[in-house]
C-alpha cells in the first residue's frame, strides 16, 4: 500500500517559522499532485498548497507570501515552509496526494497523511 508520513509539526510563537514534511511510500508508480490542507478546531478542512509533479504551484489567496510549498521527486516527499507564522494558523495539516500505483493501471489514487499539528501562540 501507499504510506504518507508528515513531519515538522510543533509549538512556535507569532511571527516563528516551521517547515513540514510528508514522505510518501510504498506502491508508487508516479505521484501526480501533491498538497498540504489544513483543520483547525471546529471548522473544516480548508486547501493550504498544492504543487504539480513538474513543479506548478497554488496556493491559498490569504496565505501566499508567508507559505511556500515545494517538493522533491527523487525522494517523493513535499515540503511546506510556513514564515510569520500567526495564531490563526493554528491547525492539523495534512498531506495529500494523486499516484499512480503501477504502469498498467491509469486510475489516479488519492491518499492523505495522519496530520501533524501546528500551534501558534505565545
Known amino acids: 500500500q501507499v504510506q504518507l508520513v508528515e513531519s515538522g509539526g510543533g509549538l512556535v510563537q507569532p511571527g516563528g517559522s516551521l517547515r513540514l514534511s510528508c514522505a510518501a511510500s510504498?506502491?508508487?508508480?508516479?505521484?501526480?499532485?501533491m498538497g498540504w490542507y489544513r483543520q483547525a478546531p471546529g471548522k473544516q478542512r480548508e486547501l493550504v498548497a498544492t504543487?504539480?509533479?513538474?513543479?506548478?504551484?497554488n496556493y491559498a489567496a490569504s496565505l501566499k507570501g508567508r507559505f511556500t510549498i515545494s517538493r522533491d521527486n527523487v525522494k517523493n516527499t513535499v515540503f511546506l515552509q510556513m514564515n510569520s507564522l500567526k495564531p490563526e494558523d493554528t491547525a492539523v495539516y495534512y498531506c495529500?496526494?494523486?499516484?499512480?500505483?503501477?504502469?498498467?493501471?491509469?486510475?489516479?489514487?488519492?491518499?492523505w497523511g495522519q496530520g501533524t499539528q501546528v500551534t501558534v501562540s505565545s
Open positions: 495529500n496526494a494523486d499516484l499512480l500505483r503501477t504502469n498498467w493501471d491509469q486510475r489516479v489514487y488519492n491518499y
Open positions: 510504498g506502491r508508487i508508480f508516479r505521484l501526480n499532485d
Open positions: 504543487i504539480t509533479n513538474g513543479g506548478s504551484t
